[in-house]
């Protein structure tokens, strides 16, 4: 058996999703006695993305007995403890693969990115529901500098702005989000709300028949819709 072979046909597997196949092939790199950190990573995240984060944990601690200086796998490891809420151990691993990114250039990889960028999201939503404007803005930030792509933080975002009365650049995040992905529903729904807000109402329907052009059982839209009739 060539392991690097095997290895390789399990890597096309796990960026095509097919974690099964991936994990038959990297499982059989460790039974034949080859101890590869990127195997072990992989089986890390592939049992973090299936919510098995004590199996991943271990796959991540082996990684990284293999290569200490395996920065991703540090990030992903304190990522997984935080997840499981040992918090000493993610802050204590997070701080030695800071150390070592410095050291490295700052380089994230977009596992890791997306996994921050979910952790300043959630807390950008507590803070919103507290009613902590300011706060929740500026958790969605830093979640959106990771990962700017995610269209869920862009409409909160602008959700917060729209609440604190900056409906400009809540506009702004709500085209981003659509331009992103044209077919999510909150981004126009919400964008049709604030034109709604500042009596744009011809836009505001505009844009949410549009929402009700691609989302036809959507009652938050038909709801809206209906309290424009008399506006139009």
């Known amino acids: ?26 499982h059989k790199v460790i039974s034949a006695g080859y101890a590869y950190a990127d195997v072990y990573n992989k089986l890390g995240l592939i049992s973090y993305n299936e919510g098995f984060f004590e199996k991943a944990c271990g796959y991540f601690e082996k990684a990284l007995e293999i290569n200490p200086r395996y920065t ?17 151990k993610a802050r204590a691993i997070y701080s030695k693969a800071r150390q070592i990114r410095e050291k ?14 979910n952790l300043h999201f959630e807390t950008g939503k507590i803070y919103y529901e507290m009613g902590l404007l300011e706060e929740a803005m500026a958790e969605y930030g830093k979640a959106s500098a990771l990962r700017p792509d995610f269209v869920d933080v862009k409409v909160m975002m602008g959700m917060a702005f729209r609440d604190s009365g900056l409906l400009d650049l809540a506009i702004h995040e709500f085209k981003e989000a ?11 729904i919400n964008l049709g709300i604030t034109y709604y807000s500042l009596s744009k109402y011809k836009m505001a329907e505009e844009e949410l028949l549009e929402v009700q052009k691609n989302h036809p059982g959507n009652k938050t839209v038909a709801m809206y819709l209906r309290l424009l009739k008399n506006k139009v």
Do not use: H
């Open 1 to 26: 058996m060539d392991p690097r072979k095997v290895s390789a046909e399990g890597d096309v597997f796990f960026e095509n999703g097919d974690y099964e196949s991936a994990k038959l092939r990297y």
């Open 178 to 188: 659509k331009e992103i992905k044209p077919e999510y529903a909150p981004a126009g």
């Open 104 to 117: 490295d250039g700052g380089k994230l990889d977009p596992f890791v990115k997306g996994k921050l960028a």
């Open 72 to 88: 991703e796998v540090s990030l992903s490891l304190a990522v997984t403890y935080n997840e499981l809420g040992k918090y000493d």
